[in-house]
């Protein structure tokens, strides 16, 4: 079985601060994580994924994750806050029938 | 080139109405999935269709159906509307099924309100 839990609801940086956003997920074999994106009022799209070629991932707007076998965790930052960033992120979990499970969600706010 | 588009962007039922989801992409994927979105508990699956004139359950099914109509276009049917069901709703497409080569690709949501 597989899963993933975000481990903030709501996180409030102020602009040009660094964001940390924490993801930690269960597998029973070497998973396939993502993280998402949301704006307000419209779809996802992807930020970034894990494909077991290197454990620190490099997405885009500057956002980076680190996957951490030991730690089971998959935490999604970026060094410094803009206020486009405020949104929705979710962290995901592909499961072993190739279907994706979400977690429930991080919303970020930006304070200027 | 537009994506994944969805019709129509918002919707109010009142309880025990049916109304269709309609959702189409431009991109020649083979799959295609739809979501429900409630506040707190992420995206569940409902169905998804792996490849044209497939289709299967996901996660919450219940209440709904699905037709692959041709490779572009994937609907989600409601027969009987309940309060239940107000949602945001995504339609999303991948080349193949999901996985670390192929990314789903997500439609700007459906607003349907049951009351």
């Known amino acids: 079985a597989q899963s993933v839990t975000q481990l903030d609801s709501h996180v409030s940086v102020s602009e040009g601060t660094p964001v940390l956003l924490r993801c930690n997920y269960s597998s029973s074999y070497s998973p396939s994580l993502f993280w998402y994106v949301q704006h307000p009022n419209k779809g996802l799209q992807l930020l970034l994924k894990?494909?077991?070629?290197?454990?620190l991932v490099k997405g885009i707007n500057g956002f980076e994750a680190e996957f951490k076998k030991s730690e089971t965790s998959f935490h999604l930052t970026k060094p410094s806050a803009h206020m486009s960033d405020a949104a929705e992120y979710f962290c995901?979990?592909?499961?072993?029938?190739?279907?994706?499970?979400f977690g429930a969600g991080t919303t970020v706010t930006v304070r200027a | 080139n537009a994506g994944v588009t969805q019709t129509p962007k918002f919707q109010v039922l009142k309880t025990g109405q049916s109304m269709t989801l309609q959702c189409a992409q431009d991109m020649n994927h083979n799959s295609m999935y739809w979501y429900r979105q409630d506040p707190g508990m992420g995206l569940r699956l409902i169905y998804y269709?792996?490849?044209?004139?497939?289709?299967d359950k996901g996660e919450v099914p219940n209440g709904y159906n699905v037709s692959r109509l041709n490779k572009r276009e994937f609907s989600l049917r409601l027969e009987s509307a309940a309060p239940s069901q107000t949602s945001v709703y995504f339609c999303?497409?991948?080349?193949?099924?999901?996985?670390?080569?192929?990314?789903?690709?997500f439609g700007p949501g459906t607003r349907l309100t049951v009351t």
């Open positions: 999303a497409s991948s080349e193949g099924l999901a996985g670390v080569t192929y990314e789903q690709y």
């Open positions: 269709s792996a490849s044209e004139g497939t289709t």
């Open positions: 894990y494909t077991s070629a290197a454990t």
């Open positions: 995901v979990v592909r499961m072993h029938d190739y279907k994706l499970s």
